[in-house]
């Protein structure tokens, strides 16, 4: 059975200072997944890290996937305060739109 | 483009009771996958319908059920239910195409609240 772990579950960061997210997964998986969740509402699609090595940026906001390790990152540069959110990897082992998601990181960005 | 689109968005049952909740997936999409997220907790994967049949399931109970139109809408039943039901209720789609690349698409979702 695929699990898909993250740490830390909360976060509380300083504006201005870098923290990584990290996600672990236990099989292999065709397709790792980074969202975002704002209080009360929906999904909202950050990155879609298909293969080994891959290293997609946004922003402050920067994804790695080591499938060897089995191993998401979610890198955070010079946070600040709109970036207060829930964060949520996912794996799709096949390839079929099946997501199994983390546990969540709660990210807070205070001044 | 509406994008995903969901109703009702919120929804307060008591226990025992039926729901119906329904979902149009974005333009130009034919598959349909639901997730339940409980407060504080992660999606989990329902079920996923494609030419209006079950295609996938995750590890609910026959309670949860579904269909798919043929217009790709699809609606997700839940009989029987319990207080551990409440939770809000995420409708995603994609398109069926070989060597996808994207991300799935997820509406705003349903908040039920079963008292």
């Known amino acids: 059975e695929l699990k898909v772990e993250q740490n830390p579950l909360f976060l509380s960061m300083q504006e201005g200072k870098n923290y990584t997210i990290y996600c672990n997964y236990s099989?292999?998986?065709?397709?790792l997944y980074w969202y975002r969740q704002d209080p009360g509402k929906s999904l909202e699609s950050l990155f879609v890290?298909?293969?080994?090595?891959a290293v997609k940026q946004e922003g402050r906001l920067m994804a790695s996937l080591d499938t060897k390790a089995r191993l998401s990152t979610l890198h955070i540069t010079a946070a600040v305060h709109d970036l207060s959110a829930t964060y949520f990897c996912?794996?799709?082992?096949?390839?079929?739109?099946?997501?199994?998601f983390g546990t969540g990181t709660r990210l807070q960005v205070f001044p | 483009d509406a994008g995903v689109t969901q109703s009702p968005t919120h929804l307060i049952k008591t226990r025992g009771q039926q729901v119906t909740l329904r979902c149009s997936p974005k333009?130009?999409?034919?598959?349909v996958s639901w997730y339940q997220q409980a407060l504080g907790q992660g999606p989990q994967f329902i079920f996923q319908?494609?030419?209006?049949?079950?295609?996938q399931r995750g590890n609910f109970p026959d309670r949860f059920s579904g269909h798919q139109f043929p217009n790709y809408s699809s609606e997700l039943n839940v009989n029987a239910l319990l207080l551990g039901d409440s939770a809000l209720y995420l409708c995603?789609?994609?398109?069926?195409?070989?060597?996808?690349?994207?991300?799935?698409?997820f509406g705003p979702g349903t908040r039920l609240l079963v008292l």
């Open positions: 996912a794996v799709d082992r096949h390839n079929t739109d099946k997501l199994i």
């Open positions: 333009s130009g999409h034919d598959t």
């Open positions: 995603a789609s994609s398109p069926n195409i070989q060597g996808w690349q994207e991300t799935q698409y």
């Open positions: 319908y494609y030419e209006e049949e079950e295609r």
């Open positions: 099989t292999t998986s065709d397709r």
């Open positions: 890290l298909l293969s080994n090595g």
